[in-house]
Nanobody, 130 residues
Framework: VQLQASGGGLVQAGGSLRLSCAGS????????????MGWFRQAPGKEREFVAA????????SYADSVKGRFTISRDNAKNTVHLQMNSLKPEDTAVYYC????????????????????WGQGTLVTVSS
C-alpha cells in the first residue's frame, strides 16, 4: 500500500495550491472507495493536526476550524485519488501535509483522530510566505 502526496510548494499569502494524493497497491486500490480519506498537517515544532476528511462516497466532509471556508477536500474513487484545494493561504498554513486512509470508519462517518488512520503518505511541504 502506498499513498503518494504531491502538489506542495512555495506560495505567497493569499495564493492557492491544490494537493493530490494517489493510492496504489492492489488491495488498497480495490478498497479505496471504502476508506475515509483525510489530510493532516504538521508545522515546524508542532504536533500533527487534523485538516480535513471525506466520507467513502464523498457526500460528506469535515474541516478543522482553522481552514473552514478556505480549503476543500474532494475525492475521485475511480482514480483512487483525493485532493485538497487550498485557497486564501496564510503563513500559518505552512506545514508538511499528509494524506491518510482510515480503514475502520464506516460509510457515513468521519474521523478526526489520527489513530483511526492506518495508511499514511510521505507528506508534501507547503510554504506560505508573507
Amino acid at each position: 500500500v502506498q499513498l503518494q502526496a504531491s502538489g506542495g510548494g512555495l506560495v505567497q499569502a493569499g495564493g492557492s495550491l491544490r494537493l493530490s494524493c494517489a493510492g496504489s497497491g492492489r488491495t488498497f486500490s480495490s478498497y479505496f472507495s471504502s476508506y475515509v480519506m483525510g489530510w493532516f498537517r504538521q508545522a515546524p515544532g508542532k504536533e500533527r493536526e487534523f485538516v480535513a476528511a471525506i466520507t467513502w462516497s464523498g457526500d460528506s466532509t469535515s474541516y478543522a476550524d482553522s481552514v473552514k471556508g478556505r480549503f476543500t477536500i474532494s475525492r475521485d474513487n475511480a482514480k483512487n485519488t483525493v485532493h485538497l484545494q487550498m485557497n486564501s493561504l496564510k503563513p500559518e498554513d505552512t506545514a508538511v501535509y499528509y494524506c491518510a486512509a482510515d480503514t475502520l470508519t464506516g460509510p457515513y462517518g468521519i474521523s478526526w483522530s489520527q489513530n483511526q488512520y492506518a495508511y499514511w503518505g510521505q507528506g508534501t511541504l507547503v510554504t506560505v510566505s508573507s
